[in-house]
């Protein structure tokens, strides 16, 4: 034991920490502090797992890191404060997460993973270290010391200083005879509920937010998971949402209350998990109850479609009856046991939902006859501000136009063969959890239809075509009356095999748009970074794979704009986007394409690790998978006017509408003090959580319950600074009265993770080339929140509750 008095060692992820902490004795837990408190046991990155950087989104990896580093400050106070972010094993790091580190607070990050060419040169350049800059926007706020491993995983030569090695030792006194240094060297309704009516549902969190702190993690979100893990993740998300959902018809019910009577009324909620296969039990109900919360800071209108199996409905809400559709489901999803899948979609717009608020809608089945939908063979739908054609041979699409614009556009389903691999050598290895590796038999994606069956559906809310690709591709595309994008919903699966090799699927939309090689993807959901195709900025590109080479993570959006002119007349300088509903990988492989990867089977283990071939299986057959994808378009921001939309501001509204999209929440009510009268009398039907809608650059990213009286607030700006004249300048938000159930007394901004005051924030100067720009300072006293573009201010506030008078 003497022996390893003289090391020190650290723990990276909190998540395995918890765990054997909350089974230790007292005086190992006081041994644990000790070691923490003399610097011999360092706590570093500290999120609940050391999360991946490609395909985790930036608000769930702040979430996370929040989470990781709460408990090691209730449990090892400000000595285990990590200053070290440990990155050493993701696939590869994204300059948001360089970010995300220095606004923690972090002094440098460290990895090991990173393409072999860079790494050879930064070896030879002896650049390994460097000042790495996570966003222009923010300048010094995200500049971090950066350091890349020497040698992967292992201590470089002359560096183990293992009790097993015999290394020499590195004397760096001067004054000594051996010196040698220089040869060596989600959570807003449990705020409202808490402080609007004394009730306390924290506890409900608490499992959702571990289980997604670990699905962030880079063995998880990636899918380099073996199948049995798989299964556990989805068995501990699911159980998680469950606790979550306990008490939410507590919580709904007592914000919406009108009456001191009303807790007879109340009604179980659940959200429909399985609606993306078309079952929900509620709403196949003669008589339920749809509550929409909208967790965004402004007004928006989300289109509701749940499965039902009646043709007849009322439905009343807040401002008298609704509309609505019924529509046939995408498939019939017959091969799901346990579960009789509807075969119709009840479809209608939930309007102007409020700011972290949310409408009450009662629904219940008719005997009166209703015309329906009306099937049509016409080839355009919408209008001349919104809509889309398709061609009348091929079935597929062939145009869209938003804004008044028309695009020459189309879409298919595409495949690569997936590289068998023959051995573990690196140039023979198989396509597989870990890798993508097209067949040498499909150099370019390869059409899976040249043709498509369809059917088309006309109605006042939303017009649709029905694609059939094959028997196991299937496809909605859908416009919706006052909407600025065209929906892809896809259904893929189980794939077939194709030549007797694995297949993988891409969509495949093509313009006749110039892009000079240039495309946009996003950074974590936050930053976009530009790419061009066969070029590395940093080193000499080789094309030993010339298709995944050019793959880039997809967390939000691609985007390609129209390159070398300037000619800002309608239909010009156009930039279109494609926004996807999780993260995928993505290129443009060719000037005015764009693809995303949707699915894969592949019939051998790449050797990686994962010991097992990507062939998943679920309901006993192959794995199905459905998503959804948005293709907008709109002019550059230098061809655009003030009073007109650019068209980064179309795709940052769409992609908070999706990501952040309302949450829907179906109960049975069918019991007799479940009449429309009495819910009427005793219920409000809506709630809205702020007195004053934001600015539309600035939301709340954050909203939940921290200490007793106190809050976790995130307010961030949307914008990037060159991404639209008056949307892109900064803004102020005052907080003082700004929420309905609950007003600010005290506020302390704190870091990024919220585990320390940014007053305590200190970092060591580095010697940079990189301008500095300044940080500001905030006075609690001062409720008036300035922010900039691209930035994330956090904060605790103190509150307390407003008196809420009933009737």
């Known amino acids: 034991m003497h022996i390893l008095q003289n090391f020190r060692f650290i723990q990276v992820e909190t998540a395995f920490f918890w765990q054997w902490w909350q089974d230790q004795t007292e005086e190992t837990k006081e041994i644990t502090r000790q070691l923490v408190n003399s610097g011999r046991l360092e706590i570093v990155n500290a999120a609940w797992s050391m999360n991946d950087e490609a395909a985790a ?57 990173l393409d072999y060419r860079d790494n050879e040169k930064r070896h030879i350049n002896k650049d390994l270290e460097l000042i790495w800059q996570g966003s222009s926007d923010l300048g010094n706020l995200s500049n971090i010391f950066t350091g890349v491993l020497y040698d992967f995983y292992t201590a470089p030569a002359y560096f183990c200083w293992d009790v097993l090695c015999g290394d020499r030792p590195v004397i760096d006194n001067e004054k000594s005879s051996d010196y040698n240094v220089d040869t060596v060297v989600m959570k807003q309704t449990t705020s409202f509920a808490k402080y609007g009516h004394k009730l306390n549902f924290e506890n409900n969190l608490t499992p959702l937010k571990e289980v997604m702190g670990i699905m962030q993690h880079h063995d998880a979100i990636t899918g380099t998971e073996k199948q049995h893990v798989v299964q556990d993740y989805v068995r501990l998300l699911t159980a998680a949402v469950n606790v979550a959902e306990e008490d939410i018809d507590s919580i ?104 972290l608020g949310l409408k009450y809608f009662y629904i219940q089945k008719s005997k009166s006859t209703r015309k329906k939908y009306k099937t049509v063979k016409q080839t355009q739908f919408g209008n001349n501000n919104c809509g889309f054609t398709i061609d009348e041979v091929t079935g597929l699409l062939s145009s869209a136009t938003l804004n008044g614009v028309t695009l020459e556009i189309s879409q298919n389903f595409m495949f690569y063969n997936g590289a068998n691999g023959t051995n573990k050598e690196e140039t023979f290895r198989a396509s597989g959890a870990y890798i993508f590796r097209p067949a040498t038999t499909t150099p370019k994606a390869l059409s899976l239809a040249n043709s498509v069956t369809y059917t ?4 006042d809310i939303v017009e649709e075509v029905h694609q059939v690709f094959n028997n196991w591709i299937r496809q909605i595309i859908r416009v ?199 819910l009427q009398a005793k219920l409000n039907f809506e709630f809205s959580g702020l007195v004053n809608v934001l600015p539309n650059n600035v939301q709340i990213l954050t909203l939940e319950p921290w200490t007793e009286n106190k809050l976790l607030l995130r307010l961030e700006h949307i914008f990037s600074k060159d991404e639209d004249n008056v949307l892109s300048q900064p803004a102020t938000v005052n907080i003082r009265n700004l929420f309905t159930l609950f007003n600010v007394v005290n506020i302390e901004e704190m870091s990024l993770a919220a585990h320390m005051p940014k007053a305590e924030i200190e970092k060591m100067p580095w010697n940079s080339v990189i301008p500095e720009t300044l940080s500001r300072k905030f006075r609690s006293a001062d409720l008036n929140i300035h922010i900039m573009p691209m930035e994330i201010r956090t904060f605790i506030v103190e509150v307390v509750a407003k008196t809420r008078n009933l009737v």
């Open 456 to 459: 088309a559906y006309i109605t």
């Open 480 to 678: 919706y009356k006052n909407e600025n994008y065209i929906e892809f919903d896809w259904l893929v699966g189980p794939i077939a095999l194709i030549n007797d090799l694995g297949v993988e699927v891409v969509t495949q939309f093509v313009t006749k748009r110039l892009s000079n090689g240039v495309f946009y993807t996003d950074s974590n959901g936050k930053q976009m970074v530009k790419r061009i195709r066969n070029f590395r900025e940093m080193y000499t590109y080789t094309d030993e794979e010339p298709i995944s080479g050019n793959y880039y993570p997809i967390t939000s959006n691609i985007v390609l704009k129209d390159g070398g002119s300037d000619d800002c007349s309608p239909g010009k300088n156009l930039e279109i986007a494609i926004l996807n509903d999780r993260a995928q990988g993505g290129s443009s492989l060719e000037d005015g394409q764009m693809e995303l990867m949707v699915h894969r089977r592949l019939l051998n283990d790449d050797a990686f690790g994962v010991g097992e071939p990507l062939n998943e299986i679920e309901f006993n057959k192959g794995v199905v998978v459905r998503g959804q994808h948005y293709l907008t378009f709109g002019q550059k921001n230098s061809c655009s006017k003030n009073s007109v939309k650019t068209a980064a501001t179309n795709r940052r509204d769409i992609a908070q509408r999706k990501l952040l999209s309302p949450w829907v929440f179906v109960g049975d009510a069918t019991s007799n003090k479940h009449t429309l009268e009495n």
């Open 252 to 355: 709904i019910l007592n914000i919406l209350k009108k009456t001191d009577d009303a807790d007879d009324v109340k009604i179980k909620f659940s959200s429909c998990l399985m609606a993306n296969v078309s079952h929900c039990k509620e709403s196949n109900l003669d008589r339920f109850t749809v509550v929409v919360y909208n967790p965004l800071s402004r007004y928006v209108n989300h289109y509701v479609r749940l499965p039902v199996n009646g043709d007849s409905y009322t439905i009343v809400g807040p401002d008298g009856n609704i509309n609505y559709e019924i529509l046939p489901t995408i498939a019939d999803f017959s091969y799901v046991d346990s579960i009789t899948p509807s075969k119709k979609e009840l479809v209608f717009v939930a309007e102007n939902l409020p700011p």
């Open 57 to 113: 989104h930036y608000h769930s990896i702040i979430d996370q890191f929040t989470w990781g580093l709460k408990r090691i400050n209730d449990t090892l106070g400000k000595c285990g404060r990590p200053k070290i972010g440990w990155q050493i094993d993701p696939f590869g790091h994204s300059k948001e997460m360089a970010s995300i580190f220095s606004q923690i607070g972090y002094e440098g990050v460290f990895f090991a993973r």
